[in-house]
C-alpha cells in the first residue's frame, strides 16, 4: 500500500526549512478560521504592501471574550529577523479585537471575531514572512497563522510541467519558472535570492532554497528535473451545507438533535482508479448560507459526519484534511475505523459553507502520504505559487521582491 512517500515530518526541517516557527493550532474552542487577503475563499494569505489582510474566527461561548493580536516578522527559513517592531510595523500591536458580534438564530451559540489590517493603530511597512498570533485574556496563545507581503519589484513566469523523470511521468508535475527584472538588479543572485514553490497554498508542502540554475543577464532561470516536482495528487472531494434542513451537494441526509448533524455520503479509496476531472477550489473553503443576509454571524454550525471504505490499518493513521483545519494532522481530523461498519469514520463541527476535503495517511515512520488513498495524476488540477526572497549585501532582512502564480489546467511536456 505504501508506495509513494511525501512528506516525512521529521524531515521537515532539512527539505523545507519551515520549521523554524509552526503554526498554533486552536483547540476545539476556536472555530472557522477564515484568513484571506484578496480573495473570497479562506486561503493563505499572499498580498502587496498596499492590500488588505482580513482575519475572522468563532469563539464558541456566550461570554464575548476578549482577544489580543500580535504580529512578528520573520526571514525566509522562518527564523526570527533582528527587526526590531518599529521597524516593520508602524503604530501599535497587542491590542485588543474590538469588532466582534455575537449569532443570531443559532442553535450553536458563538461570537464572531474580525480583523482587518492595516486598521488606525496598525500598518505594516516592509515585505516579507509574517506570523500573526491571536492571545486570550490570560496571555495564552490560542493560534497562530502564517502570512506574506511582497512587492512588485521583479516578474516571475511560472510554467507547469509533466515530470522530466520518465517514472514519475503520469503522477507527478513539475513547476519552471524564470525571474526577470527591469529596474531593479540582483547582487550575487546564486547567494542572496531564496524562492518558495507552493502547491495550493499549503506550506507544510513547501519547496524552498532553490538556487537559479542559469543567470542570463537579468534573468534567472529555474527549470529542475526533480527538485521542483510535486505529486500530482488528485482533485479535492467536497460538500456544501448552506441548507442545513436539507441534502446539499456531497450530503447524503441530515439529522436535528442538539444542533444539526449532515453526514456526507460514503468515500472510498481512489488510488486504484483512473483521473476523472472533478472541478474543485484546491483545497480552500467558504462560508456560504442560503436565505440570510450575513454569514459571519447567521450561518449555523453542523457536526459533520466523514466515512471513508478502507480496511483497517494496524499501525497507520487516517485523517481528513484542508484549508478548513489548516492541513493540520491532529485528534480534531484523525479517523477512527468502526469494526461494524467496516469504515474510518469522523465527525468535526463545521460551519455552513462550501468545503473541500481529502483523506491522507501517516504511516508507521511518521510520514505523510498523501496519495496513498487519493492517488496521484498528472492531469490534476493544482496551483502552484512562487516567492522570490532578496537579501541584498550587509541587509538585516530577507525581503519578497517577487510573486507568481500559474496552474497545471495547460499542462506541457
Avoid: C
Avoid at 443570531?104 to 500573526?132: A, M
Avoid at 495564552?140 to 516571475?156: D, G, T
Amino acid at each position: 500500500m505504501l508506495k509513494h512517500l511525501y512528506i516525512p515530518l521529521f524531515l521537515i526541517v532539512s527539505i523545507l526549512s519551515f520549521s523554524q516557527v509552526e503554526e498554533v493550532e486552536p483547540n476545539n474552542f476556536i472555530k472557522t478560521i477564515t484568513f484571506k487577503s484578496n480573495t473570497n475563499q479562506s486561503e493563505l494569505p499572499i498580498l502587496s504592501l498596499n492590500e488588505r489582510l482580513y482575519l475572522e474566527f468563532d469563539a464558541l461561548s456566550s461570554n464575548e471574550d476578549d482577544f489580543y493580536y500580535v504580529i512578528e516578522h520573520y526571514n525566509f527559513d522562518w527564523t526570527k529577523s533582528k527587526l526590531m517592531k518599529s521597524e516593520y510595523l508602524q503604530g501599535l500591536d497587542n491590542l485588543r479585537i474590538v469588532n466582534y458580534e455575537n449569532s443570531f438564530n443559532t442553535y450553536e451559540i458563538y461570537s464572531n471575531y474580525r480583523l482587518q489590517i492595516p486598521n488606525k493603530q496598525t500598518r505594516l511597512k516592509v515585505t516579507g514572512n509574517y506570523l500573526i498570533k491571536i492571545f486570550d485574556e490570560d496571555d495564552e496563545i490560542v493560534f497562530s497563522r502564517k502570512f506574506m507581503i511582497y512587492e512588485n519589484l521583479a516578474n516571475v513566469g511560472v510554467q507547469i510541467k509533466r515530470s522530466r523523470d520518465v517514472r514519475d511521468v503520469n503522477t507527478k508535475q513539475s513547476v519552471d519558472f524564470v525571474i526577470n527584472t527591469t529596474n531593479f538588479s540582483f547582487n550575487n543572485p546564486k547567494q542572496t535570492v531564496n524562492t518558495v514553490i507552493l502547491q495550493n497554498n499549503n506550506l507544510k508542502t513547501a519547496i524552498s532554497g532553490l538556487k537559479p540554475q542559469y543567470i542570463l543577464g537579468n534573468e534567472l532561470i529555474y527549470r529542475y528535473t526533480t527538485e521542483t516536482s510535486f505529486w500530482g495528487g488528485n482533485e479535492y472531494l467536497y460538500f456544501e451545507t448552506k441548507d442545513v434542513r436539507g441534502t446539499n451537494l456531497g450530503v447524503q441526509f441530515t439529522d436535528l438533535e442538539d444542533i444539526y448533524h449532515s453526514y456526507l455520503y460514503l468515500d472510498s479509496n481512489r488510488y486504484n482508479r483512473g483521473y476523472t476531472y472533478n472541478p474543485d477550489i484546491n483545497g480552500n473553503f467558504q462560508i456560504t448560507i442560503l436565505d440570510r443576509d450575513n454569514p459571519s454571524i447567521e450561518a449555523d454550525y453542523t457536526v459533520v459526519h466523514f466515512s471513508l471504505l478502507n480496511p483497517e490499518l494496524a499501525n497507520e493513521s487516517i485523517y481528513v484534511y484542508g484549508s478548513f483545519n489548516n492541513f493540520a494532522l491532529n485528534t480534531s481530523n484523525e479517523m477512527i475505523f468502526n469494526p461494524d461498519s467496516g469504515t474510518y469514520e469522523k465527525e468535526i463541527k463545521l460551519k455552513q459553507g462550501f468545503y473541500n476535503y481529502k483523506y491522507v495517511l501517516v504511516n508507521t515512520q511518521g510520514e505523510l502520504e498523501e496519495g496513498v488513498i487519493s492517488g496521484d495524476f498528472y492531469e490534476t488540477e493544482n496551483n502552484y505559487k512562487v516567492l522570490v526572497y532578496y537579501r541584498d549585501l550587509g541587509a538585516r532582512y530577507d525581503r519578497i521582491v517577487g510573486f507568481g502564480e500559474g496552474t497545471s489546467t495547460q499542462i506541457g511536456n
